[in-house]
Each structure stands twice: as structure tokens, then as C-alpha cells.
């Protein structure tokens, strides 16, 4: 007798990242939010009889994106000072404008506007760092996405603290708070070499150590915050977080744009985990970072879009494309970042930066069912000759047709289920207004 299950989703492809390929004709049968089976259509029709069932004729079927490193709440700040380099973009316009505006009610309603965005273009995990992480940990909790929330601190002050300490003991407030939620997990978010000290960076390695959490840091994004680290420190930032102990395998370091090959040694040597974010690293005219080399000395190199303010985009197919292009064109090699490749980094690779390859990155028998479907019919998209190059290199955001975080459907036939858009949009507007009146920009 066939087995009862919660779901049972099959598809033309299934994509399961580990083992790597496609599969063609497959289902994924689901139960109590885990993957019990990858397995072939027409043996799943004889062994399981499902509450709720998919059938996706013309889709592939894959782990959800993990979007590994973002600020969610700048969703608000789309678009607000475009065309700019970042010391002048942040010191001139983004500062200013969370001086005066953000607060836990920013926070709280900009962080569930890119979960919307997020959820609709495929990622099902994001790794946040922004002020107020108990409003970014509520927005994504009602939006039933996966969140890894970043406790940030600063050396200076702002509307949400005041020091280094305040900074930790808000943030560690929030996980006491949240931290009892299954997708929910908080990490340490020093923000940058150039805006914490020594002082400080001790504080936070010291906690991290106690309490086993990751570290989750902007680091040699621009040849600026090299250079001031030389004149200040006398060495750059790498050598710097070295000498205070901070590399290690529970370090993400975010851009990593400016490396030369000492300085990726010892982040292999390490453990590091490295976020490459192209959009963003191209748009502030930050810099091409080094993936090949990243890659070749054994680094784990996962996916991430940076906030909306610095890209415009919370889209992880179009990080895909750019990133295996870039790669190809810096190398000039065409086999560089191959499209299997490219999308272990955005799945996986982004999963295994979190501490979270167990549960989730792939399609495997007990990790937990973060799935979406994209659907692969259209003129625009035929013919099909490799569903996982067509994913990489031909679909958009506009292709995710479903999306299922630990089995429960949160998008489906392109539209938001649990989130209401036009309330979002509508308060979108309204914050573009008070941020437009306020005169930051």
C-alpha cells in the first residue's frame, strides 16, 4: 500500500545539486517539511500517496537559492543615490538617510519588501546584516522564509546604538528573542574593518568563541579600505583579522575584491568561507573580484546580491549569470565557472558559508524541502538543451513559478501566498516619500 505523505512534486528535470546533474522524469517526495526521496516519477506514483501533489511538466525543480550576504531593509533605499563610489555613496547619502529615517518600523517593513522580491525570484535563505535584527528577524519569520540575522556592530554611534557594547547587547537581546525559531539563526556582523576597532573586534571574537557563531563581514572591498588599512595599521585588513584571530572557518567575508594570492592562502588555510556579490562590486566601481583564484585554492565561494540600495536587485538568477560571466571574461578562459558550478554557489556553496549544507543547498533524502520550480517553456527559452545551463544563462526571475520553504509553498504560479504585494508596494511608496521630504538625498 502506498505510503501517505504531506507533497509530492514532480517535474521534467530535477536538479539536486549533490550529486550534481540533471535528473529527467523525477519527483521529490516530502514529509513533515524534509525530503524523504529523489526518485524517478513512475516509482513514486506506486510507492507514496501524497495530501498534496504538483505535477510540473515543463519546470526544473531545485534547492531554493541561498542569498548569502544582503542587507534586506535597504529595499527602501532602491534606487536613491545611484552612479556614485562607495565612501561618497555611503558617507554622503546612505548614512544620512538611516540617521534620520531608520528604525525598527524601517526595518521591519523594508526587510518584508525584499523577502517578497527574494522569495519570488527563487531564494528561499538570506544571510542579512542591518540595524534592528529583531524587526528584520520578525519581518522574516511572517514571510516564512530562512534567515541567518546579523547582529551588527559599529565603533560609532547611531539612532539603533551607541557603542560597540550597546551594538552586542541589542543584538544578542534580539537572538534571545528569536533565537528559538527553527529558521531563524543569528550571527556576529562586524561591519567592516574601516568601522570597527581593535577593541571591538576582540569583543566580538571573544562572544563568537562562547556562543559558536559565524562572523560576518565586509572585507577588501575597495583598494580604498586596503590602502587606509596599510597607512593606519601598517597591513592590510586580511593580515589584520589574522593577527587578532578572527579567520577561521567561521568566517564570511563579503567581496573579498581587492586579494592578492598571500591573502587568499590564508583564507584557504583557515577555513574562510568567501560571498562574491558582482552586481554590486560592479556598480560601485569596487572591482572585479579574483573567483578563479578563490576557487582554485579550495575556498568555498558563495553567492550573494548585497543590499538593493547598491544593486537595485535582490535577484539571485541575475548574481548567477553575472557571476559565471565575469569569470569567463576576467580569466579569459570560456570554461571558467561553469554553469553547474555557478550554481553550487548560489545553493550549497551559499548553505555551506551559513553552517547549513546538512539541512539545506540540495536535494537529498532528510535535508529540510527549501525547493522552487522553474518553469522552462516559452519562446524565450526554447529550445532546452541543458536545463542547468538554460537556468544560468537564459531564465529570469520572472521564470520561478513555485517556491516551498521546509515543504510549505510560499509562492505559487509566480504569485506570493503568504505575503500581501500590494500592501507592500503601497508602504514602499509611502517610506520613498518621507525618505524624498526628509532631504537626504
Not at 528535470?13 to 517526495?29: D, F, K, M, N, R
Amino acid at each position: 500500500m502506498p505510503e501517505q505523505i504531506d507533497l509530492l512534486v514532480e517535474a521534467r528535470w530535477v536538479i539536486p545539486v549533490e550529486p550534481e546533474g540533471a535528473l529527467e522524469s523525477h519527483s521529490v517526495a516530502v514529509h513533515r517539511g524534509r525530503i524523504l526521496a529523489v526518485l524517478p516519477t513512475v516509482d513514486a506514483h506506486r510507492l507514496y500517496s501524497p495530501k498534496k501533489q504538483y505535477v510540473l511538466r515543463n519546470h526544473a525543480l531545485l534547492p531554493g537559492f541561498v542569498n548569502a550576504h544582503t542587507h534586506a531593509a535597504m529595499a527602501l533605499m532602491r534606487g536613491m543615490a545611484d552612479d556614485l563610489p562607495l565612501m561618497e555613496w555611503l558617507s554622503d547619502h546612505v548614512w544620512p538617510a538611516e540617521k534620520k529615517h531608520v528604525g525598527s518600523e524601517f526595518v521591519y517593513d523594508g526587510t518584508k519588501l525584499a523577502c517578497a522580491e527574494m522569495l519570488k525570484g527563487g531564494t528561499t535563505t538570506f544571510n542579512d546584516m542591518y540595524f534592528h535584527p529583531e524587526a528584520a528577524a520578525r519581518a522574516a519569520k511572517e514571510a516564512g522564509m530562512r534567515a541567518a540575522i546579523g547582529m551588527v556592530v559599529f565603533d560609532f554611534s547611531t539612532p539603533y546604538a551607541s557603542d560597540c557594547d550597546d551594538y552586542l547587547a541589542k543584538g544578542l537581546q534580539a537572538r534571545d528573542e528569536h533565537g528559538s525559531d527553527s529558521r531563524l539563526s543569528f550571527f556576529f556582523a562586524p561591519h567592516a574593518p574601516y568601522t570597527v576597532s581593535d577593541k571591538s573586534f576582540s569583543k566580538v571574537l571573544t562572544y563568537a568563541e562562547e556562543l559558536d557563531l559565524p562572523i560576518h563581514i565586509h572585507l577588501n572591498e575597495t583598494m580604498h579600505e586596503v590602502k587606509e588599512s596599510m597607512e593606519k595599521h601598517g597591513m592590510g585588513p586580511v593580515k589584520r583579522l589574522s593577527r587578532l584571530g578572527l579567520l577561521g572557518p567561521n568566517l564570511i567575508a563579503v567581496h573579498m575584491v581587492h586579494a592578492d594570492r598571500e591573502e587568499i592562502e590564508m583564507l584557504a588555510v583557515q577555513g574562510c568561507h568567501v560571498v562574491h556579490c558582482p552586481t554590486s562590486n560592479l556598480k560601485l566601481a569596487s572591482g572585479l573580484a579574483p573567483v578563479n583564484e578563490l576557487m582554485d585554492a579550495r575556498i568555498n565561494v558563495a553567492l550573494g546580491t548585497d543590499g538593493a540600495a547598491s544593486n537595485n536587485r535582490s535577484d539571485m538568477l541575475s548574481e548567477l549569470r553575472l557571476a559565471a560571466l565575469l569569470a569567463k571574461g576576467v580569466s579569459g578562459k570560456a570554461e571558467a565557472l561553469p554553469a553547474m558550478r555557478a550554481l553550487e554557489m548560489a545553493t550549497l556553496g551559499g548553505a555551506a558559508a551559513l553552517g547549513m549544507e546538512n539541512e539545506i543547498g540540495s536535494l537529498e533524502k532528510g535535508k529540510l524541502a527549501d525547493m522552487i520550480a522553474i518553469e522552462l517553456s516559452g519562446a524565450e527559452l526554447s529550445p532546452v538543451y541543458d536545463p542547468i545551463s538554460h537556468i544560468v544563462y537564459c531564465t529570469g526571475r520572472e521564470h520561478v513559478s513555485h517556491v516551498w520553504v521546509e515543504g510549505e509553498i510560499a509562492v505559487e504560479d509566480g504569485k506570493l501566498v503568504s505575503l500581501d504585494e500590494a500592501a507592500l508596494v503601497a508602504k514602499a511608496a509611502w517610506w520613498k516619500e518621507k525618505i524624498a521630504q526628509g532631504g537626504a538625498t
